[in-house]
């Protein structure tokens, strides 16, 4: 296995190198870094941990043991034996703790309880207004949180932290909103330290939604795709950037925010960022449901205009599928400036069927150079409205078993986590 710069941030591994040399040609494996080789799902036995790292056999059997205290591994199997005693086994333990996981929307509020592979254990949802205020969302995920580990049976020590996404900007490293449009009373509210405050201190972690939506997709359908864009056609709309296997987020956190790019023929019609011809204003499913219903129509949400689509309903489809070519003149450029090898459509106007899609294909290989475009999937989201929730969790979970944690996490506290 091959380990990545961010892999190994923190355990002074040169990059440049095998993951398990030093300059000087010895190996230099933690029990951290040992961990990340299980991570994989694939049992190993210390004999064939020695031969991947190049460690000593009795150092490896060091790390295992204390990986096995630590109840981060445990025995798997019996390996074929070539005679005598046959070896042992081990495996990453996704039971070993679990992870409470937030996605915020504008309307929506989602949570969930999962274990260390991001499998959903238990989980809930409700009609809950951003606008409605930091405490009031806030209050409800620290409640809806603690009744969601009591009806699993899980013991509160063994939570490994809280992830959150909020449909706005976000300053990852503080975990503070900044200058969220749709959200009046976030801006610079300190949401990272409230959740520790309500969860016994644990690891909390903040993000936009669309970066963690992005992560969930990536985690979940696309690790083999390094270059991804995530697309969150809702009642707004922006975009997730997986840049070489990473989340990029760019100097403030604002990579992504195409929905507030200017497409030259909306210019008279104003966005609630306070510009105008923004794509979120003309594209988004705010701004077709307005349109809609301008014609008569009962609809007011993305799922109104979603149940229409469904529903066979004209206007609705035409509307939809303008709305794809409208987000495919933004793409297209974003194809030549970023050269993703896949993009993902989701939200919830991507569950109304081909005709957004239709639309954005239709603008993006069109208008695209076709070095970019010639491997180039254009494709629906798989994980559907569990995105946020999965992306929370892998957000927190790559955080706290990241090789300098696990660490950390052994030599400081080692009955933690057994």
Not at 129 to 136: H, I, R
């Given at each position: 296995?091959?380990?990545?710069?961010?892999?190994?941030?923190?355990?002074?591994?040169?990059t440049?190198?095998?993951?398990?040399?030093?300059?000087?040609?010895?190996?230099?494996?933690?029990a951290?870094?040992?961990?990340?080789?299980?991570?994989?799902?694939?049992?190993?036995?210390?004999?064939e941990?020695?031969?991947?790292?190049g460690?000593a056999?009795?150092?490896?059997?060091?790390?295992?043991?204390?990986?096995?205290?630590?109840?981060?591994?445990?025995?798997?199997?019996?390996?074929?034996?070539?005679?005598?005693r046959?070896?042992?086994?081990?495996?990453?333990?996704?039971?070993?703790?679990?992870?409470?996981?937030?996605?915020?929307?504008?309307?929506?509020?989602?949570?969930?309880?999962?274990?260390?592979?991001?499998?959903v254990?238990?989980?809930?949802?409700?009609?809950?207004?951003?606008?409605?205020?930091?405490?009031?969302?806030?209050?409800?995920?620290?409640?809806t949180?603690?009744?969601?580990?009591?009806?699993?049976?899980?013991?509160?020590?063994?939570l490994?932290?809280?992830?959150?996404?909020?449909?706005?900007?976000?300053?990852?490293?503080?975990?503070?909103?900044?200058?969220?449009?749709?959200?009046?009373?976030?801006?610079?509210?300190?949401?990272?330290?409230?959740?520790?405050?309500?969860?016994?201190?644990?690891?909390?972690?903040v993000?936009?939604?669309?970066?963690?939506?992005?992560?969930?997709?990536?985690?979940?359908?696309?690790?083999?795709?390094?270059?991804m864009?995530f697309?969150?056609?809702?009642?707004?709309?922006?975009?997730?950037?997986?840049?070489?296997?990473?989340?990029?987020?760019g100097?403030?956190?604002?990579?992504?925010?195409?929905?507030?790019?200017?497409?030259?023929?909306?210019?008279?019609?104003?966005?609630?960022?306070?510009?105008?011809?923004?794509?979120?204003?003309?594209?988004s499913?705010?701004?077709i449901?307005?349109?809609?219903?301008?014609?008569?129509?009962?609809?007011?949400?993305?799922?109104?205009?979603?149940?229409?689509?469904?529903?066979?309903?004209?206007?609705?489809l035409?509307?939809?599928?303008?709305?794809?070519?409208?987000?495919?003149?933004?793409l297209?450029?974003?194809?030549?400036?970023?050269?993703?090898?896949?993009?993902?459509?989701?939200?919830?106007?991507?569950?109304a069927?081909?005709?957004?899609?239709a639309?954005?294909r239709e603008?993006?290989?069109?208008?695209?150079?076709?070095?970019?475009?010639?491997?180039?999937?254009?494709?629906q989201s798989t994980?559907?409205?569990?995105?946020?929730?999965?992306?929370?969790?892998?957000?927190?979970?790559?955080?706290?078993?990241?090789?300098?944690?696990?660490?950390?996490?052994?030599?400081?506290?080692?009955?933690?986590?057994?």
């Open positions: 296995m091959c380990f990545t710069s961010a892999m190994l941030e923190g355990v002074g591994v040169t440049s190198r095998p993951a398990y040399v030093q300059p000087d040609g010895t190996s230099m494996y933690s951290g870094s040992l961990f990340q080789l299980l991570r994989d799902g694939r049992p190993r036995t210390r004999a941990l020695a031969a991947e790292t460690l056999r009795s150092t490896v059997t060091q790390r295992v043991d204390a990986l096995l205290a630590s109840n981060l591994i445990g025995p798997a199997d019996k390996a074929a034996s070539t005679g005598g046959p070896p042992t086994r081990f495996a990453f333990n996704p039971n070993a703790r679990y992870v409470l996981a937030a996605d915020i929307g504008a309307t929506h509020a989602r949570l969930a309880i999962t274990d260390l592979a991001a499998q254990l238990a989980q809930s949802a409700d009609d809950l207004l951003v606008a409605a205020g930091p405490e009031t969302v806030l209050d409800w995920v620290d409640r949180g603690h009744e969601l580990i009591r009806q699993a049976g899980r013991d509160p020590a063994d490994l932290g809280v992830g959150i996404g909020l449909p706005g900007p976000v300053e990852h490293s503080t975990g503070r909103p900044v200058s969220p449009p749709i959200m009046p009373g976030w801006d610079g509210f300190d949401v990272q330290g409230y959740l520790q405050d309500r969860f016994g201190g644990v690891v909390a972690l993000d936009n939604d669309v970066n963690i939506m992005a992560l969930g997709e990536h985690n979940v359908a696309w690790s083999d795709a390094p270059h864009m697309v969150k056609v809702a009642t707004g709309i922006g975009s997730g950037l997986i840049s070489d296997g990473r989340l990029h987020r100097a403030q956190g604002a990579a992504g925010d195409m929905g507030h790019l200017q497409l030259p023929h909306g210019a008279d019609i104003v966005c609630r960022c306070g510009n105008t011809g923004c794509l979120e204003a003309v594209a499913g705010a701004a449901a307005a349109k809609l219903a301008a014609r008569g129509m009962q609809a007011s949400t993305s799922f109104d205009v979603v149940a229409l689509a469904r529903g066979g309903n004209i206007e609705a035409q509307l939809l599928r303008q709305a794809g070519r409208d987000i495919g003149e933004v297209a450029a974003a194809v030549s400036l970023f050269n993703p090898s896949v993009i993902v459509i989701g939200g919830s106007l991507s569950q069927g081909e005709h957004l899609i639309g954005v603008i993006v290989y069109r208008r695209s150079l076709p070095l970019a475009t010639q491997d180039l999937r254009i494709v994980t559907g409205d569990r995105a946020g929730i999965i992306g929370a969790a892998v957000m927190v979970i790559d955080h706290a078993l990241a090789p300098a944690q696990v660490d950390y996490l052994m030599s400081a506290t080692p009955a933690a986590m057994s």
